[in-house]
Structure formats: structure tokens, C-alpha cells
């Protein structure tokens, strides 16, 4: 992959075209931005081709690069609009946080992942592969960092089965269910982690698909916990194993988003990592991403533990930090 292009979309003047009218008009209306749906967005000419992309990220490779978003020129509002109108084409927007933000901003906000209740994208701090908790992700870079902050990917399907090959005792052991971190986004009635197996097989039989969560740090954070599940060392010989598998060079690639490139991800064939960075002086031109967690109709059938994560396992309505009452909002200057 890391030596071809194929995966890479280059946005055209005619989609652009679309994307520009459609977003200046959203801006010029105050449209709810909270709540659009594949159904409330017409591009007639990009609408067919984010359908065809949508196949590809979750039935076939798993990824792909959009290029070519001028967020210099249109600005970051209008650019912000544009990134959430191609989401819709693709699934529901979903929070990603405690303040009900269906529109993320990805950007070292000087703290530590030590601290319990840090994400790990609010730092600067390389963030090892992981999940997110969504059907889809999606980045748009609006600056890179000065050096470091490359994206990297792995597919998942891959791990298990180099792991069954070469310790199917191992990779037996990650079927069974595991304490994750909430890191402090906790609804009324909820413990502050939750149980889902890294591997799941669902639906059981031979029709069955893999499924895979995972965030190493936060399976770690979540011991802090007395009635956590503890990590026995032979689960932890797993998870080393499973960490181990991410980093081998043969098995994952790297690839650095360029200004206005959108990245899409599906999260339950691929782990993704992004390495540390260190950002530019100017506080303008420091490394700013911006993130959606989207929740196709078309998506794969998941397994009911997951509901314990995505707070529903329906296609459509599954996925996110689901407290309530937060408000969904859309922070198109940052927070």
C-alpha cells in the first residue's frame, strides 16, 4: 500500500465547485450542522463518488485519502462545512467528547497522557495504534506540525492472524472481555470503563466478520479501577504480542497528511497511530486536524457488547461518547 496511489482521491474542480457552493450556503443560512444526514445533502457530481469510497473503506481496504480540499483559500469555517458535508454523504456524525462535539479538534493542547482524564490526541505525545469509538473516522488537516504527527495504519485482520499463527493460545485469550478507560467521560449509571473484548467474531458461524477494539493506554488506565478485571501476565503477554505486530514495519505503513487532505479510516479493519510531533512556533501554523466519528447506515453488524461502548449497535445510531443531557454542537472555531 505504502507504494501505491490507489487510494488517494483527488478532488476535482466540479466536486470542489459543489462543495463550495453548498457550505457557503449552509454558512449564510446558520443551518443545523448538528444533525445532517446523507438524505439532507445534494452533490449530485461528489455525492456517487463518496458512495463508491464509502464500498471501499468498509467493505474493501478499509481507508482512503481525499485531496485537494483549498482549506487555505476557502478558510477554516467554510473548510470546517465542507469536511462535515462529506461526512454526511457517508454516516451519521457522532460525539466525540463530554460537551456533545460532533465536530472534533485534533490539536496538542499542552497536556500529558499520564493524566487520567487526557485524551491522548489533546497532547503531542505519540498515540500507538489504536480504535476510535465510530464506524468511521474521518481527518482533515487544516496545518501539519513542523516535523513528526505522520499517520500510520494496520489492518487488524492481519494482527489476529499472525498472532493465531504464532500463538493461537495468546490470541484466544483476547476474546475474552476487557476493562477500557473511560478517562472521565462518564454517563450517569455507567462504571467508569467498560468490557469488550480486543477480538470479536460476529455473527458466530461462518459468516462471521472481525471485529476489533482497541486502545493499549487506556486498557493499562483502566486497572487504576479496584473492580476492574485485572490484566493476568499471560493477557498481558497478548497485548505485548498484539503491540509488538502494530509496530513491525512490514506489517503497517505511514502516510503524511498534506494540508486539505481528508483521511477516512473504518475502524473495525484497521488501527491507526499517529507518531509524536513537534509543532511550529507561530501559534498560527501549529497542527490542526479536524475530526469526525461517523456512523453508517451500511455499516457491519456489530455484537451486542459493543453497546457498552457505542451505547446501541444499530447501523445509523451507534458510536460516540453517548452522555446525556450534553447537547450536540458544532465548534467550527476550535474550543
Known amino acids: 500500500m505504502a507504494s501505491r496511489n490507489d487510494w488517494i482521491e483527488r478532488l ?14 449552509l454558512l ?19 455525492g456517487p463518488r463518496l458512495r463508491q469510497i464509502q464500498a471501499e473503506v468498509l467493505d474493501g481496504r478499509g481507508f482512503a485519502l481525499l485531496r485537494g480540499l483549498p482549506v487555505l483559500r476557502w478558510g477554516r469555517r467554510k473548510s ?26 485534533v490539536r496538542d493542547m499542552g497536556l500529558r497522557s499520564d493524566d487520567p482524564a487526557v485524551r491522548i490526541y489533546q497532547t503531542r505525545e ?12 474521518g481527518l482533515l488537516c487544516l496545518q501539519d506540525a513542523k516535523c513528526g504527527g505522520d499517520s500510520a495504519l ?70 487504576r479501577f479496584a473492580d476492574a478485571p485485572r490484566i493476568t501476565p499471560q493477557i498481558r503477554e497478548a497485548l505485548d504480542l498484539f503491540d509488538a505486530l502494530s509496530n513491525d514495519p512490514a506489517l503497517h505503513f505511514l502516510m503524511r497528511l498534506e494540508v486539505g487532505d481528508i483521511q477516512l479510516v473504518h475502524n473495525h479493519t484497521l488501527l491507526h497511530d499517529r ?3 513537534e509543532d511550529w512556533p507561530d501559534a498560527g501554523r501549529r497542527r490542526h486536524l479536524l475530526r469526525l466519528w461517523l ?41
Open 154 to 223: 494496520v489492518s487488524s485482520t492481519t494482527l489476529f492472524n499472525e498472532m493465531r499463527r504464532r500463538r493461537p493460545d495468546l490470541a484466544a485469550l483476547l476474546f475474552q472481555p476487557l476493562a477500557t478507560d473511560r478517562r472521565g467521560e462518564v454517563a450517569p449509571g455507567q462504571a467508569p470503563f467498560f468490557e469488550i473484548p480486543v477480538f470479536n467474531w460476529w455473527p458466530q458461524g461462518p459468516d462471521g466478520r472481525l471485529s476489533v477494539i482497541y486502545q493499549r493506554q487506556y486498557l493499562e488506565s483502566a486497572q
Open 295 to 335: 456512523a453508517p447506515r451500511e455499516a457491519r453488524p456489530l455484537p451486542p457488547v459493543f453497546a457498552r461502548r457505542y451505547g446501541s449497535v444499530v447501523p445509523g445510531e451507534r458510536g460516540g461518547v453517548g452522555l446525556t443531557p450534553a447537547l450536540l454542537q458544532v465548534p467550527l472555531d476550535g474550543l
Open 275 to 277: 507518531t509524536a510531533f
Open 28 to 46: 449564510a443560512t446558520g443551518a443545523d450542522l448538528c444533525h445532517l444526514y446523507p438524505a439532507d445533502v445534494t452533490l449530485p457530481l461528489l
Open 12 to 25: 476535482d474542480d466540479g466536486a470542489l465547485a459543489e462543495l463550495e457552493a453548498a457550505s457557503g450556503h
Open 126 to 137: 505519540r498515540q500507538t495504534f489504536h480504535t476510535d469509538s465510530c464506524d468511521i473516522v
Open 80 to 105: 470546517a462545512v465542507a469536511f462535515m458535508l462529506i461526512g454526511a454523504c457517508l454516516g451519521a456524525a457522532r460525539p466525540q467528547n463530554a460537551q456533545g462535539h460532533v465536530l472534533g479538534h
